[in-house]
């Protein structure tokens, strides 16, 4: 087994937060011996996890990735499950709150001994739980993009890391000639690193920043901040908003009257689930950086939003971190069933290389970084809500959380 780089915050300002997370978590309680929690898989049935926000601000995106989980978990069990066994779901709310992610997860894999746990959305719910998967043994499965810089033997990345979605999603915006860019964000891990990776490949690559801002997760008073964007008359706003907040901003900037065709926006964490709550008359013509939508053309992609319509209605869409969610449960699964065990150290030698037709295209699990191969959408919101694709790599690309293969990086590295 590689051996794993260890987790670093950037700015003092998340490192004091962390702490204060840390803070305010419950103690963990006693680890069974050799410090994992068995998992369930006795029986007929093999517990695992589902651990995202239900409520809170969150809930927006985080609930639509637990439906895609339970149909993953529908269909595997349908044709016989995993080592002849069903897979039973435990469903915990992390409830928008960083603490409580920690202690459900702790509960998860010690009361419950789950075998794994698919769950998390934002960065800071991820790394309040990874030091709890890490001294218990467990095993999670992250199913959204994030500001990379991170890896750990406890966690399989099944959403974009840094290289796969931020930094080409700037080089495409460089090359349509928006080079002036205000950076607009969410206060807490994911967007301040994505910013500071950002201004380090402006700085490199001939781009200018234009002003930084961030408000609170939850934050619906965009008055100010639109001003500052008009002020500064950037090319583009990057925007690295989380959860229900962006419903507030795109309102305030149309009822500014900036539309797509007067001031672009490049958003990485809005997607078409995202968009029926914020409302495609406010978003049309604005970028997005996936590596997935509904209207992803291969024939597995059209087997899978079929199965989620006719299972939670016509009206419902798939979006990029829906898929990786499913994506997830079926990678474990063909894990499981090649390692021959649940075992978490087992699963995860099994894990390396493996591949799968998923609907976004063949993806394959690194070895290494416990990440996968992803290929690069560069999007634009239709009216109906839908994106189309506007621009993509030519295959997938391979997960560089580090950004190792990147000069301008080299700051970055721990």
């Known amino acids: 087994m590689a051996s794993f780089k260890g987790v670093k915050l950037w700015g003092l300002s998340l490192a004091a937060g962390m702490s204060l997370l840390a803070a305010c978590a419950p103690a963990a309680a006693p680890a069974p011996s050799g410090g994992a929690a068995a998992p369930a898989a006795g029986g007929d049935t093999i517990k695992v996890g589902i651990l995202h926000s239900l409520s809170g601000t969150m809930a927006i995106s985080e609930t639509s990735v637990r439906d895609a989980e339970l149909l993953a978990i529908e269909e595997i069990n349908a044709k016989g499950g995993v080592l002849g066994k069903k897979i039973q779901p435990v469903i915990e709310d992390g409830a928008s709150d960083w603490p409580t992610f920690a202690e459900k997860s702790k509960k998860l894999l010690q009361q419950d001994k789950v075998a794994v746990v698919f769950g998390c959305w934002t960065s800071a719910s991820r790394k309040a ?14 199913p959204v993009q994030y500001e990379g810089l991170e890896k750990s033997p406890n966690i399989f990345y099944t959403g974009a890391t840094t290289n796969q979605q931020i930094v080409p999603a700037v080089e495409y915006l460089l090359q349509q000639g928006k080079k002036k ?43 100010t901040v639109v001003a500052k964007i008009r002020a500064a008359n950037p090319d583009v706003v990057f925007n690295t908003l989380n959860g229900d907040s962006n419903v507030a901003f ?22 078409e689930d995202e968009t029926r709550g914020v409302g495609p008359e406010n978003l049309v013509g604005h970028l997005v950086a996936w590596n997935y939508y509904q209207t992803t053309d291969t024939p597995e992609n059209k087997k899978f939003v079929a199965a989620y319509k006719a299972k939670y209605g016509e009206k419902r869409v798939t979006d990029d971190p829906i898929e990786a969610a499913y994506d997830g449960v079926y990678i474990w699964a063909k894990a499981v069933e090649k390692a021959g065990s649940t075992d978490v150290d087992k699963v995860r030698v099994a894990a390396k290389g493996l591949q799968f037709q998923a609907p976004e295209g063949l993806v394959t699990v690194n070895g290494d970084n416990q990440h996968i191969s992803k290929t690069v959408r560069i999007g634009k919101i239709r009216a109906d809500g839908l994106i189309d694709e506007i621009w993509s790599t030519p295959k997938p690309v391979e997960p560089d959380p580090y950004l190792e293969t990147y000069s301008w990086a080299k700051s970055l590295k721990p």
């Open 250 to 271: 795109f309102k305030e900037l149309k009822a500014a009257g900036i539309t797509s065709d007067k001031m672009q926006t490049m958003s990485v964490s809005i997607a």
């Open 129 to 142: 739980v990874l030091p709890v998967f890490e001294s218990l043994k467990g095993l999670l499965f992250y």
């Open 181 to 223: 860019m205000f950076l607009l964000g969410s206060d807490y891990v994911f967007p301040r690193t994505a910013n500071k990776i950002i201004k380090l490949q402006l700085d490199a690559q001939g781009g200018a920043l234009a002003g930084e801002e961030y408000t609170p997760l939850g934050h619906t008073d965009y008055t």
